[in-house]
């Protein structure tokens, strides 16, 4: 994560970027394990990396992404990163639910997981610090949290 932005000092995005880095930690501990072919170890960090990502998908879906459809971003850019969203929990609920491919489903949500959070962090983020005012703030980090 950089530190030349900014966005690390400012409540809701600084919020985020923290779950960023709790994420990440939690991913690459499950690619490790993955590798290493100790499933039971997956699965454990699997289930970390759930809990980590319910409340991180919805704070930035209900905050940010809804603030930028109100400020008329463009659809196309929000609409790719809920759909990754919704990809994401998609291959989660299958890599939980231990099905044949299990493992596969994992890797892919890790390869996918970590460049999702790499371009809302380089890309998103500054974009959000720059064009936000206070009134988008006050009303993404009420939302931030549902």
Known sequence: MCDECGCR???????????????IDAAVETRR?????????ADRHLVTLATQLDGHLRSEECGLFATLRDRGASPLCVDRLAAEHRRLDALLMTALAG????????????DLLLAHLDAETADLFPV???????????RAAAAIRC
């Open 9 to 23: 000092a400012t409540g809701p995005i600084g919020e985020l970027m923290a779950d960023h880095a709790r994420i």
């Open 33 to 41: 394990a993955l590798d290493a072919g100790d499933l039971a170890a």
């Open 99 to 110: 099905v044949p491919g299990w493992t596969d489903a994992a890797g892919e949500l890790v």
């Open 128 to 138: 959000v610090l720059a064009a936000f005012d206070a009134g988008d703030w006050a």
